[in-house]
């Protein structure tokens, strides 16, 4: 009878793990999502009124976004384990500008790909750029920033 309890214990278990994967997730998506409008939106603004070329401002834009995200992603979408103190927070946001800093060449790289030989205007290239680089920067995130 115990090994029953203990197989639906288990069972359990894991069901909420797999749910809490899934939830983090959507979360991390989610701020991701609002990061890309966030970089984007900023990456217009500094070519267009800020005369920079659109590589520099893509660097620029990036690394703003990556403090965002990094508070967001901290207090929502791995609450469970978020940093907690100044030690902890600055410990933090050093390892998540390691992982997404570490990003910003294959973004760069991408955007200037799409650009130079694919003929897309940097707007539309920065979105595919961000969306390949995504999924580098979750794992990463996951299983070192808050692993």
């Known amino acids: 009878m115990s090994s029953r309890r203990e197989r639906l ?6 069901r909420f793990r797999e749910d809490l994967k899934r939830r983090r997730l959507s979360r991390f ?15 217009w603004a500094f070519v267009e009124f800020g005369g920079l070329y659109y590589l520099l401002a893509s660097v620029v834009s990036i690394e703003i976004t990556i403090v965002t995200q990094y508070f967001a992603n901290n207090a929502w979408t791995f609450q469970d ?5 100044r030690r902890s927070l600055l410990g933090g946001l050093v ?3 390691i992982v997404r800093g570490s990003a910003i060449p294959i973004q760069t790289g ?3 790909l799409f650009v130079q030989f694919g003929g ?22 996951a299983r070192w920033t808050w692993g």
Request: proline content about 0%; charged content about 15%; aromatic content about 10%.
């Open 95 to 97: 390892r998540t500008n």
């Open 110 to 112: 991408l955007l200037f």
């Open 81 to 85: 384990r978020s940093h907690d103190g």
């Open 29 to 43: 998506f989610i701020v991701g999502l609002s990061a890309a409008a966030l970089q984007t939106a900023l990456l």
């Open 9 to 14: 214990a288990e069972r359990v278990t894991e």
């Open 120 to 141: 897309l205007m940097y707007i539309v290239a920065n979105a595919g750029a961000i969306g390949l680089s995504g999924l580098y920067r979750y794992v990463l995130d």
